[in-house]
């Protein structure tokens, strides 16, 4: 379908170009010149962001002047912004700029599990801003990412990647190399020891998108996208088990195959809810996508129980959208926001899903406007919703709902803007990485204690500078994050580049 | 009126103003709104050339600006003309409109096929399958989120589906036979 209606596209923009003079349409733009031209919308969409930022940016440089950055030399971290001061301790990672365009990062994190036994790295990335604050989010300190050794994967994005508590799993993803491949290789990264082991094969077809959860002692890999092309999806599934190193078979998925689901861990179960109907396989000859087989067919709620293997399909609940979040919290399910897939209506409402009686119940409603694409993490207590975006644009506000009080509490605005940002916890922090239009940083940390945002340092690897957006996964290491691969968008072509890089950052102390 | 700089405006505009007037019509089906829709954007680019003429892409501002026009066309456009111009697609040819006698049917089949899209639809599918841009660059033109415009794109494939299935399996059968 595709390559039809590409082809259609192209034949109709041929006759369109073929209709216009362009002699004449020069002559005619430089006769409609008049000497004093007024825009009727002078500024662009970046150019407006641009001033915003320098007002921003304004607003810090006044507050600067009646507030201490730094205090002393403990390596007490400080950021600021217009309404709360916080404090970040980060006493085990020194950042020395040496030179411009060389970072000199030396790690001392001796009593950290995160803490590579090998000698400390250095390593040499592109400029970072080294001025003083000229923008509101502009990192103050130290607290430092550290660059990953190098893996055995080649570079890719909507890959998985899964903490068991000892090891980072990066399983699958995607990535152009003349045509799109689907990958079905992985590689486990041990964060001590800062090495790669390959996983053997996990006998499945290449996949993006899927299903991959740690359940205390496999990574149970489902679903997903086995030909990015065609959209086609695929409902078999694999264990993966790091004490044995093997893989193992599940029973495949009942009702129409999906993609673009969500998933979660219960500690029980995988519940796989949402996702659009595949839109079909390749024909044999690989050159075309075959018809859906049913476009319009209803996607169930499923439950899968490793101990049973078995599935079982959930009880109906809210109704179908898409881009809408879905949060284990303490052996239930929250669900929210999103779009609906039947009325295209943009959605404010929440869910909570209770495995134990199969039963929906509608969450009170929030302070928050109807939205997609933003983030949403279990922090403990609460689920956390923040960023994303609606029909006027991007989003930062945020908010918090415990499901104790059933109640939702405001949180500060996210430091920037953004829409399909990663997120991740730990019991300290939420980290919030990449998405759209990120400019000079795009990575932040909400402290769970004082719910304040800080701006952290640029990633050195994968690079992402000004104007760039990042999609890439990110993990929590239990007293740490860590991303690797995904893939970048930068200048004004969006120049797209995929990776096989990553960076640590250490908050264990 | 002389304009100089990095980039030679006359350059610029011989390359770039065919590809907004494409734009422009595969998006509202009209050659006369396209036309003025792209030296709208040439004209804006002119004043301000001085500056333009020192960025690295000034034909990616230029296709910044042309897409807005078309959501602002959009938008302030009255439904009483939105529905003139849907009447006058189901009954004209894109030459008529063109003012010519040449034929066009590629045109024609496109708006055809595009014509039951919402508007945010058809402009999303115009930037991605006649432009050849990618979802991240479409999101950066239209100042929407990736994943908003895979979700505007997955809605408007499953509803142009049926027709191009139709299509193909017509060409299969006619091959068939012939």
């Not at chain 1, 406007?369 to 922090?379: F, G, L």
């Not at chain 2, 792209?38 to 004209?43: F, K, V």
């Not at chain 2, 402009?123 to 033109?141: F, H």
Request: hydrophobic share 40%; proline share 7%.
């Amino acid at each position: 379908m595709d390559d039809r209606l590409r082809a259609i596209a192209h034949a109709a923009r041929a006759e369109a170009e073929a209709a216009i003079d362009v002699d004449d349409e020069f002559a005619a733009t430089i006769r409609r010149t008049p000497t004093n031209f007024e825009p009727r919308r002078a500024l662009d969409r970046q150019r407006r962001r641009a001033i915003a930022w320098v007002a921003a940016a304004a607003v810090v440089l006044i507050a600067g002047g009646l507030v201490v950055l730094r205090s002393g030399d403990d390596n007490t971290l400080q950021t600021v912004d217009t309404e709360t001061t916080t404090a970040i301790t980060s006493p085990s990672v020194s950042s020395a700029i040496e030179a411009p365009g060389t970072v000199e990062v030396s790690t001392t994190l001796e009593s950290s599990p995160l803490t590579p036994t090998s000698t400390p790295r250095t390593a040499t990335t592109a400029p970072t801003t080294t001025s003083p604050a000229t923008s509101a989010l502009e990192p103050v300190g130290e607290m430092a990412w550290r660059p990953v050794s190098t893996s055995p994967l080649s570079e890719r994005s909507d890959h998985s990647l899964v903490w068991t508590g000892d090891e980072l799993l990066v399983w699958g993803g995607v990535a152009s190399v003349d045509g799109f491949v689907e990958f079905a290789d992985g590689a486990a990264y041990d964060p001590v020891s800062d090495t790669w082991r390959e996983l053997p094969d996990a006998g499945i077809a290449g996949r993006l998108g899927h299903s991959a959860v740690w359940t205390g002692d496999a990574m149970l890999v489902w679903g997903g996208v086995t030909d990015f092309g065609c959209n086609t999806g695929t409902s078999d599934g694999v264990f993966y088990e790091p004490a044995t190193d093997s893989w193992l078979p599940i029973s495949p998925a009942p009702g129409p195959v999906r993609t673009a689901h969500s998933s979660v861990w219960t500690g029980d179960e995988m519940i796989v809810w949402g996702g659009f109907p595949t839109l079909g396989a390749r024909t044999s000859d690989g050159r075309f996508c075959d018809a859906p087989p049913d476009p319009n067919a209803e996607l169930p709620g499923l439950a899968y129980n490793p101990l049973t293997d078995s599935w079982r399909i959930i009880a109906a609940g809210p109704e179908p959208r898409i881009s809408s979040t879905l949060v284990a919290a303490d052996g239930k399910v929250l669900l929210w926001g999103g779009i609906s897939a039947e009325s295209d209506d943009w959605l404010a409402d929440g869910w909570s899903y209770d495995p134990a009686t199969d039963q929906w119940s509608e969450l009170p409603i929030g302070p928050l406007s109807p939205r997609m694409s933003h983030i949403a993490v279990w922090a403990g207590d609460e689920m956390i919703v923040a960023g994303g975006q609606d029909r006027d644009g991007l989003l930062s506000d945020g908010a918090a709902f415990d499901p104790e009080t059933g109640r939702w509490r405001p949180i500060p605005d996210l430091p920037a803007e953004i829409a399909d940002a990663e997120a991740a916890t730990t019991d300290r922090y939420l980290l919030v990485l990449g998405g759209c239009c990120s400019q000079d940083a795009d990575a932040f940390t909400l402290d769970l204690l004082t719910d304040t945002w800080a701006s952290l340092p640029l990633i050195p690897s994968p690079p992402c500078r000004e104007s760039c957006s990042r999609n890439a996964p990110v993990a929590s290491l239990g007293d740490g994050f860590v991303t690797w691969g995904g893939m970048t968008e930068s200048g004004p072509e969006a120049d797209t580049q995929w990776w096989a890089e990553g960076s640590l950052l250490d908050l264990s102390k | 009126m002389t304009v100089t700089g990095a980039h030679d405006y006359e350059e610029v505009f011989r390359d770039v103003f065919p590809r907004l007037v494409s734009l422009g019509v595969l998006k509202t089906g009209r050659v006369d709104s396209a036309r003025d829709l792209a030296q709208e954007t040439m004209l804006r680019a002119h004043t301000r050339w001085d500056e333009l003429a020192t960025y690295d892409a000034p034909a990616a501002w230029c296709h910044t600006v042309m897409t807005n026009l078309l959501i602002d066309y959009h938008r302030t456009t009255t439904s009483e003309q939105r529905a003139v111009e849907r009447l006058g697609r189901r009954g004209e040819h894109a030459a008529d409109r063109i003012g010519d006698a040449t034929a066009t049917p590629a045109l024609d089949r496109w708006h055809e096929i595009v014509a039951p899209l919402p508007d945010r639809q058809r402009l999303v599918v115009t930037l991605y399958y006649a432009d050849d841009l990618s979802v991240g660059q479409i999101a950066n033109l239209v100042g929407t989120s990736r994943g908003a415009v895979k979700a505007t794109l997955f809605k408007a494939r499953r509803a142009l589906r049926p027709a191009l299935d139709a299509e193909a399996s017509r060409d299969f059968q006619g091959d068939s036979n012939g």
